[in-house]
């Protein structure tokens, strides 16, 4: 009988990266099949979906080594020419290399990836894997040590500092995440905000000292959660507000602050919401919100504790109404709904990866299985992991661990996906743990307790 779970082990065993003999992370796939690219690397954000396979199994050497790894190739140089690293960043990628004869990892900090986007994700990936691995194991000692100190108090500079924007969300380029090609994602994207949120928790418990840091940090997150809830969040009463308040109001008294047109909200909203759901919007900007429904935002918003239990719950409601739309068999899709026609040709360029309900517009991704059991424990509903789970684990065994799926109705593995996907594995690894113990979600869920649940009012 063929063992599901064994065969997610073997190919995260078979993905491992070593430098000077110990394990460092792994390789992003060990399909050997198609060109390999950049899949031969360690991504950040890909191995921080691994990481608690590893660590439920006892095997915490690689993710301490990991963490160490990537420390290490932290920016600490104040950056004033461009195609240099900005002080406190961390590569979306790394490699073992080779110069003089002398071996060294070296990390892509986006000067060599498609289109050349800076990551901004990574620096809250390793923050998320640390606070993970110090629950598991016990041991503090690592996140006290002066360097990994250091190393926190570099990121909080880097996304605390101030910019031109006057929002406590972070501005970022399109393509600096997960959907890290060309997606009409720039600006304030969910995903991103999620991730702070969730990255500044983690700070906030693996700081040590009392200095005014750790009040920077508690500010911002009050601040963060307070606009996101009120502003993100779409439901039918949003929806009608701001259909009545209208555009151009002045002062502090306007309740339509960021001046959105109600001729911009999408037609295949309304018929799409149920009256009794909500979620986040995956974008917000100055006369813009992007309806889209984007997984990973969502699912980590829930996670984190950043949407509070009533709309938790009235998420994953959606989640449930809109299965066939949002989970169907592959399980999750990435973004809903796709960019079609003129919209998508200007969206993204033209990008044919990118086409209608493939690979990040629209597609299937099995990782989204790891925030998913996250969102799901969290918010008592774990009867919706356990479908996931169920519809997708005849795929797995029958396709490989694929990258991601296409298709709108019936996913099929993606025209250029690669096999043995390491983050497919781990993200599946995770889940059934999660199934099996919901304890087992602490290592990624935070309580609702930054703010009470009526900081947001039902209006802009």
């Known amino acids: 009988m063929f063992d599901l779970e064994a065969s997610a082990w073997r190919g995260l065993r078979e993905a491992i990266m070593e430098f000077e003999g110990r394990p460092v992370g792994v390789m992003a796939a060990s399909d050997r099949e198609l060109p390999r690219l950049n899949y031969d690397q360690c991504f950040v954000r890909d191995f921080a979906v691994c990481a608690p396979a590893f660590l439920l199994r006892g095997d915490t050497e690689v993710v301490r080594n990991f963490l160490i790894a990537v420390l290490r190739l932290q920016s600490t140089e104040h950056a004033l020419e461009p195609l240099q690293p900005r002080k406190g960043l961390m590569p979306a990628s790394f490699r073992p290399a080779e110069r003089s004869r002398e071996r060294f990892l070296k990390g892509d900090y986006g000067e060599e990836s498609i289109a050349r986007v800076t990551p901004a994700d990574s620096v809250f990936w390793w923050l998320i894997t640390l606070r993970a691995y110090t629950k598991v194991t016990g041991d503090t000692g690592l996140a006290e040590r002066d360097e990994f100190q250091e190393g926190i108090r570099l990121i909080l500079g880097l996304v605390l500092e101030g910019s031109f924007e006057m929002f406590p969300t972070l501005l970022v380029p399109d393509g600096a995440f997960m959907i890290d090609r060309r997606m009409g994602v720039y600006g304030h994207p969910l995903e991103i905000q999620a991730l702070f949120f969730s990255g500044l928790r983690a700070a906030l418990e693996l700081l040590s000292g009392g200095d005014g840091l750790r009040q920077s940090v508690e500010r911002r997150l009050r601040n963060l959660r307070h606009h996101i809830g009120r502003f993100y969040w779409v439901d039918r009463a949003v929806l009608s507000e701001l259909r009545q308040v209208g555009p151009d109001q002045y002062g502090e008294e306007a309740v339509n602050i960021f001046n959105i047109f109600p001729e911009s909200i999408p037609d295949w909203v309304d018929d799409w919401l149920p009256g009794d759901a909500g979620y986040f919007a995956g974008n917000l900007g100055p006369g813009r919100i992007d309806f889209r429904f984007f997984a990973q935002g969502n699912f980590l918003a829930v996670a984190a504790g950043l949407c ?132 087992t979600a602490e290592l990624y869920t935070w309580p609702d307790e930054i703010e009470p649940e009526d900081a947001f009012p039902d209006v802009r």
């Open 308 to 439: 509070g239990k009533e709309r938790s719950g009235r998420l994953m409601h959606l989640v449930d109404r809109r299965w066939t739309d949002l989970a169907g068999a592959a399980p999750l899709r990435i973004v809903y709904p796709a960019l079609e026609g003129e919209v998508w040709c200007t969206t993204t360029g033209a990008d044919p990866k990118n086409a209608p309900w493939r690979y990040h517009n629209g597609g299937w991704w099995p990782c989204l299985l790891w925030s998913f059991a996250s969102a799901t424990v969290a918010a008592g509903r774990p009867d919706l992991l356990e479908r996931a789970l169920a519809d997708a684990e005849p795929r797995f065994g029958r396709d490989g661990w694929p990258e991601y799926y296409d298709g709108q109705l019936d996913p099929q593995p993606g025209e250029r996906a690669r096999r043995k996907q390491s983050w497919s594995m781990g993200a599946y690894l995770y889940a059934k743990a999660c199934l099996r113990d919901s304890s």
